[in-house]
Nanobody, 122 residues
């Protein structure tokens, strides 16, 4: 069992930066691939980024490539999402997830956090 708690969300102006954190409980964090997803009002939850269990491989949605960076610190049981040059369309609740593969498919993730709200003003 893994419990995930996101933090770092808030209000930011377009063009600004924000760093989200996801703290995991338990001693098996390093055995999970980690992902970030987001959900805007009235829309489906969509993939943002994922990272392999040892941090060696990352995957990004096209709409965040070059702007967002996912990273992890297994010693701290934490995964991060650095968000740069944010846009109003990045406004959403951001969720971290732990799973078996660092992919863009929700079904491969077994554990989810409660989410953190990110609002980007224009």
């Amino acid at each position: 069992q893994v419990q995930l708690v996101e933090s770092g969300g808030g209000l930011v102006q377009a063009g600004g930066s924000l760093r989200l954190s996801c703290q995991a409980s338990g001693r098996t964090f390093s055995t999970y691939a980690m992902g970030w997803f987001r959900q805007a009002p009235g829309k489906e939850r969509e993939f943002v980024a994922a990272i392999q269990l040892n941090g060696g491989r990352t995957t990004y949605a096209d709409f965040v490539k070059g702007r967002f960076t996912i990273s992890r610190d297994n010693a701290k049981n934490t995964v991060y999402l650095q968000m740069n040059n944010v846009k109003p369309e990045d406004t959403a609740v951001y969720y971290c997830a732990a799973g078996s593969r660092p992919v863009d498919i929700k079904k491969f993730y077994d554990y989810w956090g409660q989410g953190t709200q990110v609002t980007v003003s224009s």
